[in-house]
């Protein structure tokens, strides 16, 4: 290991240890900080904060999510930041009420329970935690699953159920893409039954702010149905009264699943096909059309998006320009690395 520096988080007042050899997200996460992340790889911004004092050596990252001009400036990805000094860095996106609520992620061997289709393009992922200690997580949270025969390679994927409702249990929901270096050894049978996967985890702040009493409108797409599904379970699992709708976006009739659990989920469920589907009978049009239509006053709720990244960027512009504080909007882009 290399020198320990002090990196204390302004506005909040928290310091932690963190070594030369390891960022400062990762020094986080092993002590129990939650801090605001997306992709944890230097391409989504989630984590950009401001550097007020001391000096980090940054590895790769994209442009994209850190502009020369703003690392000039003294912004810094904490995904990417080693620090050679002690630090103090101001948090720009951060929550209180999840700040100390992390469950420090560690790597753990799974078995391959199934694999299912659950549409031409999605598969069904269940795995099984072989490990002594309990593989906890939380509702709306993601794993990062290594990738057979590619040292170093993983890909990162929400859970679909809860821990609560199935200990040692992961479930997943995921989209095939040509040539995509997990999914295509799904697509081909390649990880079949049986199959070991180790897997890192758990990330993400996609959780459910318990302190909220507001209308929790969750809009989702494709794979997105993952954590959304999970924190519906939740709600149903803790007999939650709070008033829920979900909007869930697909091509054609046939590219929708788990329909009747979604019906008999807590709260009202809203399927919406963006193509001609004879016999269908529900909403039509893009998932962002049909909530702008039926939603009228949104200004007071939690909304949560999940899917694609052209439709969570779409769905977040209609949620502020009707009113719902960038504060409580919560989301997941599930993106896909080059080779996807």
Same mark, same amino acid.
């Given at each position: ?25 990762? $020094? ?6 939650? *801090? ?8 989504? &911004? ?8 001391? @000096? ?16 000039? @400036? ?5 995904? =990417?930041? +080693?620090?050679? !000094? ?13 700040? +100390? ?26 795995? =099984? ?13 993601? %794993? ?15 859970? #679909? ?25 799904? $697509?081909?049978? $390649? ?19 318990? !302190?909220?009493?507001?209308? *929790? ?24 009264? =709070? ?30 096909? &963006?193509?001609? &589907? ?24 939690? #909304? ?7 439709? %969570? ?24 690395? #080059?080779?996807?």
């Amino acid at each position: 290991m290399g020198n320990t520096h002090t990196v204390r988080f302004e506005p909040v007042g928290i310091e932690i240890e963190v070594d030369e050899e390891e960022t400062v997200l990762n $020094a986080a996460f092993r002590q129990g900080i939650m *801090l605001m992340h997306g992709c944890k790889e230097g391409q989504c &911004s989630a984590c950009k904060s401001f550097l007020l004092d001391g @000096e980090v050596d940054l590895d790769r990252y994209s442009t994209f999510a850190l502009p020369d001009f703003e690392e000039a @400036e003294g912004w810094t990805l904490l995904c =990417r930041a +080693h620090p050679y !000094s002690d630090l103090e860095v101001e948090l720009i996106n951060y929550d209180e009420e999840i700040l +100390h609520g992390g469950t420090p992620p560690r790597t753990v061997k799974t078995r391959v329970e199934a694999v299912e289709s659950l549409t031409s393009d999605i598969r069904r992922l269940h795995l =099984r935690v072989e490990d002594d200690e309990p593989f906890e997580f939380r509702p709306g949270q993601y %794993v990062d699953i290594h990738v057979p025969g590619h040292e170093d390679a993983h890909r990162s994927f929400s859970m #679909a159920n809860t821990h609560s409702s199935a200990p040692g249990e992961l479930e997943f929901m995921i989209k095939l893409y040509p040539g995509g270096r997990f999914s295509g050894l799904l $697509a081909d049978g $390649a990880i079949k039954p049986g199959d070991a996967l180790e897997v890192t985890g758990p990330y993400g702040v996609f959780t459910l702010r318990a !302190s909220s009493p507001r209308r *929790l409108l969750f809009i989702g797409g494709g794979a997105g149905m993952a954590p959304i599904l999970s924190l519906l379970r939740s709600l149903e699992e803790t007999r939650s009264e =709070r008033e829920a709708t979900y909007y869930y976006g697909a091509r054609t009739e046939a590219d929708l699943f788990h329909l009747d659990e979604l019906a008999a989920l807590p709260g009202t469920f809203v399927p919406a096909l &963006s193509e001609d &589907s004879n016999g269908w009978n529900g909403e039509t049009g893009l998932i962002t059309d049909v909530v702008e239509r039926l939603e009228d006053d949104i200004s007071d709720v939690d #909304a949560y998006v999940c899917g694609p990244p052209p439709m %969570v960027e779409a769905a977040i512009a209609l949620l502020e320009a009707k009113g719902v504080p960038e504060a409580h909007i919560y989301f997941d882009k599930f993106t896909t690395t #080059a080779d996807e």
